[in-house]
Every structure is written in structure tokens, then in C-alpha cells.
């Protein structure tokens, strides 16, 4: 059967397209996986526990109450046969199989007392130990369970900031009640991804939130998700909902969330006298997707309607059928973007809560690295976006989901890419 000209041409495109993206990423990932390995000579972060005992300041902790997680994963199959065992290092090994190895996982070095309800929403964030200050404030804030990812880098210092990991913990009795503690020890900074997966992953609630630890949830959330059917109907379908985020225009008027409005009136009082703005307005990509003119005007949930690669919004989401974000992204910029974009082409809407906010809490910046990793991250994010619609693509025609709903998000995202719709449609037909 002869293939119109074209046709053939578009499909010749979209398979070097594909091609492309593949030997990028085999290079990066062989990139990065040489660079993991050189780092190490012992091949695996061993022996992760603190050697001081009740170092420094108040805290006095209890070494052998903590489990160091040699723990032993069991699959239970039919009575006649034997169980069969794995350790958990070689679980975990592969759970975040795309991260740079080696890295040590510590699930729940601390574990809150309480039983979670499985309908609340689990905070998950990541911290290293310059954040823990802010992070004991959201906890006192939000009153409800919180999954932190806390990354311990392995040089001289690491027994001394895991002490200061128990001194936060002990410092604050919220963090015995809410907060899940897991610990990333290795050499590697700034593997955001990876780390929102483990908080995620070890999270003990049915929604998770990911959010960036410097930012205040100014409402009562946990209150008005309960009373708001319609956010939990959208929430129960497994679609995203979002929460705008703010800032105020004197990094001063930022630093003590105590001052920050508490609803959403004050809040547009503030907007209005322009105290306050949204979130990175000098990057409006970033947020606008969340139609804030709109916010302003409605008490109900809206869909957001123009979505695009560069929109990072803080969401709640269904934990379990929810893409994870991908972990061959490291350092900043682009992360959290590409873990969005699968997720929207994914199948997901997002939804904007019409009374809930956040506040960024102002701190200063370390610019240089950023705009290294950004440059580098943004090339990555190209290749990213052309390889995720070439994967969910193929799998949706395969599934015969091509023609539903769940791929509208797909084809809007991805007929931007020149060929790809041509390809597409010849696939679909074939
Ligand atoms: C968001 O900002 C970008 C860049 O300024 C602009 O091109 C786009 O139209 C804006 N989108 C919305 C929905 O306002």
C-alpha cells in the first residue's frame, strides 16, 4: 500500500523527531549515570547513621528508636509455596531507578503517630537543612498530614545535619502528629524530581499537594475542601486542582506569614492598592494559565482553559494513576514544568479553587547556579515534550483511547509540534 507523499514525509519527520529526543536523552542519561558513578568509590552510600547522640542545642534523641530502613518487602503468594523476599534497598532501587545512583532512601526516618484519613490531602514537599525554619512553620499551619523529602548531602557534615534534622523534629510537637520524615542521603543536590517522588510515593493519604516549602497556605484548605462538593468531585475524578499563588511586591511585606491576609477579600484589597501580585509576574507563563482575573470575580471551581508547557502551578492531586514526575531532571528550572506537562497530557484537568491561596515567603536567591542549570534544563524540557507525546500517543491509539476525551489534553499540547498531527492522524488510520 503506497503512502501518500506527504504523508510519508510527515511520518519521516516525526520518527527523526522521536529519534532525536531518544539519543539525546541516551546521552544525558549516560551523562548523568557516569557522572554518579565517578563520584562514589564505594558503590553505595553506607552507614547513614548519626554519630552524635544528643549534639547540639536541645535536642536529645533516641538512636536505637529509628528504624535505618534494612527492612525486608515480602509478596505473600498461595499458601503451598514460599513467600518470596526482597530487600527494601533493592525495591527502592528500582522505584527510583531514573535517579542518580548511588542514593540512600530512608522511608519514614520519622513517622507521625496519627492515622491519616485516606480523603485528606498529604502535603509533599522537599526541604535541605537551610529550610528547616520555614518548613516547622508550615507545619504548625497546616494541621494535617505533610510528607517531606529531606535530602542529607554524604560529605563531612552529614551526621551533624541529620543532628539538626532531630533537633527540628523534636522542637516542634506538630511534627510528631503530622509530619512523615524521609531521608535522601547522597552526593547529588537539587534532584528535585526524585525527591518529589519519594514524598509523594511514601505519602499516607489517597490526594497529595505538591507545594514549595516557602509558601503559605493562607486559608483554612482542609475546611473548604470539605465543604466544597465540587472540588472533591473533580478531586475524586483524579483531576488536578489549584491553588493561585501570590507575592508581595516589597520582599520586605513577605517575611512574616503572621501579617499575610487570611481570605481572599483582604487578599484582593491588597492586589488592588498593589501590595500584592501574583506569583513571578515578570514570568507571566508561569501562572496565568490560572486566569487570575476570573479568580477574582467567582466563589466556584473553574477549569483552566489555557494551559501551556510553561505552567507551574501548586496542585492537589490524586496520588494513585497520577504520572510520577520524571527523574532524569535535576537541578533547577524546567523540573516541575515537565512534571506538570505529563501529567496535563496525561489526560488531567486542572481545576482552580476559588478561595484557597498561597503566599510566597520572600528569602533571597542564589541566582548563578540557577541560570546555569536553567539554560541546560530548558534544552532538555524540548526533547522531553516531543518524547512524552510520542509515548502517551502511541499508548492512548494502542489502548483505543485515541478518540476519547482522556487525549484532548494530548493533541492540544502536542499538534503544536510541527508534523506530529500529520503522523498522528496516519497512525490512528493505519
Ligand atoms: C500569559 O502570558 C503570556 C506571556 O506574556 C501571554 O502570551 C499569554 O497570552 C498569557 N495568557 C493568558 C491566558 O493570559
Redesign the pocket.
Known amino acids: 500500500m503506497g503512502i501518500p507523499q506527504p504523508i510519508a514525509k510527515l511520518l519521516r519527520f516525526g520518527v527523526l523527531a522521536y529519534l532525536t529526543g531518544s539519543v539525546l536523552y541516551t546521552v544525558h542519561y549516560g551523562f548523568t549515570s557516569f557522572v554518579s558513578s565517578s563520584s562514589s568509590s564505594s558503590g553505595t552510600v553506607q552507614d547513614i547513621r548519626p554519630r552524635m547522640v544528643s549534639e547540639p542545642s536541645q535536642a536529645i534523641f533516641e538512636v536505637d528508636s529509628i528504624v535505618y530502613s534494612d527492612q525486608i518487602v515480602e509478596w505473600k503468594t498461595s499458601e503451598k509455596h514460599p513467600d518470596h523476599k526482597v530487600d527494601e534497598d533493592v525495591v527502592i532501587h528500582k522505584v527510583f531507578a531514573n535517579a542518580m545512583q548511588p542514593s540512600k532512601v530512608l522511608p519514614y526516618y520519622f513517622k507521625a503517630a496519627q492515622d491519616f484519613d485516606p480523603e485528606s490531602v498529604t502535603i509533599t514537599t522537599l526541604i535541605t537543612f537551610d529550610r528547616y525554619p520555614v518548613f516547622s512553620k508550615l507545619v504548625t499551619n497546616y494541621q494535617g498530614p505533610i510528607s517531606v523529602s529531606i535530602h542529607i548531602n554524604d560529605d563531612e557534615d552529614r551526621d551533624e545535619n541529620l543532628a539538626k534534622l532531630h533537633d527540628m523534629y523534636n522542637s516542634n510537637p506538630y511534627m510528631k502528629e503530622f509530619v512523615d520524615v524521609h531521608v535522601v542521603v547522597d552526593k547529588f543536590n537539587r534532584q528535585f524530581n526524585m525527591w518529589r517522588n519519594v514524598a509523594r510515593f511514601f505519602a499516607r493519604s489517597n490526594y497529595f499537594m505538591m507545594l514549595d516549602v516557602d509558601f503559605h497556605i493562607c486559608t483554612n484548605l482542609q475546611q473548604h475542601l470539605s465543604l466544597d462538593p465540587e472540588a472533591r468531585r473533580v478531586m475524586k475524578e483524579g483531576k488536578a486542582v489549584v491553588l493561585p499563588a501570590f507575592e508581595y511586591v516589597n520582599q520586605e511585606d513577605g517575611e512574616d506569614s503572621s501579617t499575610f491576609p487570611k481570605d481572599k477579600e483582604t487578599l484582593i484589597k491588597l492586589v488592588k492598592e498593589k501590595k500584592i501580585t501574583t506569583f513571578h509576574d515578570f514570568f ?2 508561569g501562572h ?2 490560572t ?1 487570575y482575573e476570573l479568580w477574582y470575580q467567582t466563589d466556584q471551581v473553574y477549569k483552566v482553559t ?1 494551559y501551556q508547557h510553561s505552567y507551574e502551578p501548586y496542585i492537589i492531586l490524586r496520588k494513585e494513576g497520577t504520572p510520577w514526575c520524571d527523574e532524569r531532571f535535576v537541578g533547577y528550572g524546567a523540573n516541575k514544568a515537565a512534571c506538570l506537562f505529563e501529567i496535563y497530557i496525561s489526560g488531567v484537568d486542572y481545576y482552580v479553587l476559588p478561595k484557597d491561596f498561597l503566599i510566597h515567603q520572600s528569602h533571597p536567591y542564589k541566582e548563578e547556579t540557577r541560570k546555569q542549570e536553567r539554560k541546560y534544563n530548558r534544552k532538555l524540557y524540548q526533547n522531553f515534550q516531543e518524547e512524552a507525546c510520542f509515548r502517551y500517543s502511541r499508548s492512548f491509539v494502542q489502548a483505543n483511547q485515541w478518540d476519547q476525551p482522556k487525549s484532548n489534553n494530548l493533541k492540544e499540547q502536542c499538534n503544536k509540534i510541527k508534523g506530529f498531527k500529520q503522523a498522528m492522524n496516519y497512525f490512528s488510520q493505519a
Open positions: 507571566p507563563k496565568n494559565g486566569n489555557s
